[in-house]
């Protein structure tokens, strides 16, 4: 019990330390990509980024779309909540 609270706890506690920050502030450039292609629909059109934030857990982007400019709020999680791959949808 005391290997488990003296070394395994806490290198499992490290690696989520880890993962969180690399969510939080790694780059996110295809996760922005990936973000304006949902703001978008079906059809390509031309996206502006207006606002994002960022945590652990889901990055959030506000996106100017189209001609009109109207604004669209996307939001983009992991599969798992500190891995796997982006998914990304409107709100």
Excluded at 34 to 55: H, I, N
Excluded at 58 to 83: D, N, P, W
């Amino acid at each position: 019990m005391t290997v488990f609270r003296r070394v395994i706890l806490p290198l499992v506690l490290l690696g989520f330390t880890v993962a969180g920050l690399l969510n939080t502030y790694a780059d996110a450039s295809d996760v922005e990509k990936l973000a304006g292609k949902v703001a978008c629909g079906d059809e390509p059109c031309p996206v502006q980024m207006t606002e994002f934030s960022r945590s652990p857990f889901s990055h959030e982007y506000v996106f100017a779309v189209g001609k009109s400019l109207g604004r669209v709020t996307v939001k983009c999680q992991r599969e798992a909540i500190l891995a796997g791959d982006y998914h990304c949808e409107r709100k």
